[in-house]
């Protein structure tokens, strides 16, 4: 399909880079040179593709007549769909089917070529660094940054949650009982670990689906419904009780 002749990448490198000058191409396409690209997707012709080249360009054209292809084919007949739909949607459906495209071309090299394990791995990893086509497209892409940043400091709350008694909602979400971070401290804090690691009330393991809450006294683990305590409770709660302090403080 490609017109002028590309050299075949062999190595993790070379395919990853094979991969990026596709997907260049392929993002021109359906962002900085869209107008061309719609006008050439044209209902009233055969059916057609959008190739992204290695060299950065891209090009609508027929499919390739040889069965099968040298290289797996990008989604066909791309230009029948231009007319009944909004131009975002269809390119946002243009921009996810080229983004298996990438995936399949560059996991194909992969195959030919015998990539191991360890090579796959690390060409996906390098792919996956990335945004894809349809984030660019439909600018998610700029998020990524942000959202990850959100996520780490969520994951910082979570396994510090314990040891921030100014910070009471935090303590009340979703979340696994810091068990890892005892563990580090040997095994003198084996047992610390255990309650840690399962509910203070019913004697079950944590859950990754299930609200937990840490009683400020003790420093055990409950499942909310165990306690009857909700998330939504729990964000009002300034200092929580489990019901056994609550009740040894009634006692004095």
Same mark, same amino acid.
């Given at each position: ?14 395919? +990853? @880079?094979?991969?990026?000058? %596709? %997907? ?7 962002? #900085? ?40 084919? /990008? ?40 990539? $191991? ?7 996906? =990893?390098?792919?996956?660094?990335? /945004?894809?086509? +349809?984030?660019?497209? #439909? ?7 942000? =959202? ?11 396994? @510090? ?38 509910? $203070? ?9 299930? +609200? ?11 499942? $909310?419904?165990?306690?009857?305590? #909700? /998330? ?21």
């Amino acid at each position: 399909m490609e017109g002028i002749p590309h050299p075949i990448p062999r190595t993790v490198e070379e395919v +990853f @880079n094979d991969f990026k000058g %596709r %997907r260049a191409g392929l993002i021109k396409a359906l962002t #900085t040179d869209v107008e061309k690209f719609y006008q050439q997707c044209d209902p009233e012709k055969e059916n057609l593709c959008l190739y992204g080249l290695p060299n950065e360009t891209w090009e609508v054209n027929l499919p390739v007549e040889e069965v099968p292809p040298e290289l797996p084919e /990008p989604a066909l007949g791309i230009n029948f769909a231009r007319d009944g739909m909004q131009e975002k949607d269809w390119l946002s459906l243009v921009a996810v089917h080229s983004d298996s495209w990438l995936l399949a071309v560059a996991f194909y090299f992969g195959a030919r070529f015998g990539f $191991g394990k360890n090579e796959r791995k690390r060409l996906f =990893h390098q792919i996956n660094e990335l /945004p894809t086509i +349809f984030e660019v497209v #439909t600018g998610i892409a700029k998020q990524p940054k942000d =959202h990850s940043a959100n996520h780490n400091s969520s994951g910082k709350s979570k396994s @510090n949650s314990k040891s921030r008694q100014s910070e009471p909602p935090s303590k009340m979400v979703k979340m696994s009982p810091p068990a890892k971070e005892e563990e580090e401290s040997g095994e003198d804090d084996e047992e610390d670990d255990e309650q840690g690691a399962t509910c $203070g009330a019913c004697g079950e393991s944590y859950g990754a689906d299930e +609200f937990w809450i840490c009683c400020d006294i003790c420093e055990r683990w409950f499942h $909310g419904k165990c306690v009857k305590i #909700t /998330p939504a409770k729990a964000e009002h709660i300034k200092q929580y009780k489990c019901p056994s302090c609550s009740s040894k403080r009634a006692r004095v």
